[in-house]
């Protein structure tokens, strides 16, 4: 978990802003918008956010700063070695049924995000990799959380996180990553035939 943004505070600010969702589900909204390149305006990011969550009004300007942050952080991590890309779950001295639905939540975000950021694309024009990895976080957005809460659940906790954070970071990789350096054509202008 992020240092820089307490999830108990950013539970209690959602909440006196009427935002039913967790804050491990709007950053997985924000990482999913990330992966396709988009998110990186303030008020596109915002504006997705305050729409996921039905907040006509949108955000106070404390939850604005709050939610750009997290944005920020996550861009961080995506752009780095990949070591720095945190998902936003709560503690580990948490319940651990309470952890399994925030990942659950933060796939379904992810999801979301994803789905918002490629409006225009078609599964097939997506790798197997990338449909593959999509695959997984929808299965793990479904999970059930654990009847019992021991080592060997805490050890596939961890697991089940660690391979979405992968899954997310592999996505952006394929579809941001290879593709910076080429600068896009400008709206309107067909691009140069060599």
């Given at each position: 978990?992020?240092?820089?943004?307490?999830?108990?505070?950013?539970?209690?600010?959602?909440?006196?802003?009427?935002?039913?969702?967790?804050?491990?589900?709007?950053?997985?909204?924000?990482?999913?918008?990330?992966a396709t390149?988009?998110?990186?305006?303030?008020?596109?990011?915002?504006?997705?956010?305050?729409?996921?969550?039905?907040?006509?009004?949108?955000?106070?300007?404390?939850?604005?700063?709050?939610?750009?942050?997290?944005?920020?952080?996550?861009?961080?991590?995506?752009?780095?070695?990949?070591?720095?890309?945190n998902l936003?779950?709560?503690?580990?001295?948490?319940?651990?049924?309470?952890?399994?639905?925030?990942?659950?939540q933060w796939?379904?975000?992810?999801?979301?995000?994803?789905?918002?950021?490629?409006?225009?694309?078609?599964?097939?024009?997506?790798?197997?990799?990338?449909?593959?990895?999509?695959?997984?976080?929808?299965?793990?957005?479904?999970?059930?959380?654990?009847?019992?809460?021991?080592?060997?659940?805490?050890?596939?906790?961890?697991?089940?996180?660690?391979?979405?954070?992968?899954?997310?970071?592999?996505?952006?990789?394929?579809?941001?990553?290879?593709?910076?350096?080429?600068?896009?054509?400008?709206?309107?202008?067909?691009?140069?035939?060599?």
């Amino acid at each position: 978990m992020s240092d820089a943004i307490d999830f108990e505070v950013l539970v209690q600010g959602l909440a006196a802003a009427g935002v039913a969702h967790s804050p491990s589900e709007l950053q997985g909204v924000m990482a999913g918008l990330l992966a396709t390149g988009h998110g990186g305006r303030d008020e596109e990011v915002l504006g997705v956010l305050a729409a996921h969550a039905d907040l006509e009004q949108g955000f106070d300007a404390a939850m604005a700063t709050a939610l750009l942050t997290v944005r920020d952080e996550l861009q961080n991590g995506f752009e780095g070695t990949g070591l720095d890309l945190n998902l936003l779950l709560p503690s580990d001295e948490d319940d651990l049924g309470l952890r399994v639905a925030a990942i659950a939540q933060w796939c379904e975000g992810f999801l979301v995000g994803f789905g918002t950021g490629s409006a225009n694309t078609h599964d097939k024009d997506l790798s197997p990799g990338i449909q593959e990895a999509l695959s997984d976080l929808a299965a793990v957005s479904q999970v059930a959380t654990p009847d019992e809460d021991g080592d060997e659940q805490e050890d596939m906790f961890e697991q089940v996180a660690e391979h979405c954070r992968m899954a997310a970071l592999m996505i952006y990789t394929e579809l941001v990553m290879k593709h910076q350096g080429k600068p896009a054509p400008e709206s309107g202008t067909p691009p140069t035939r060599h």
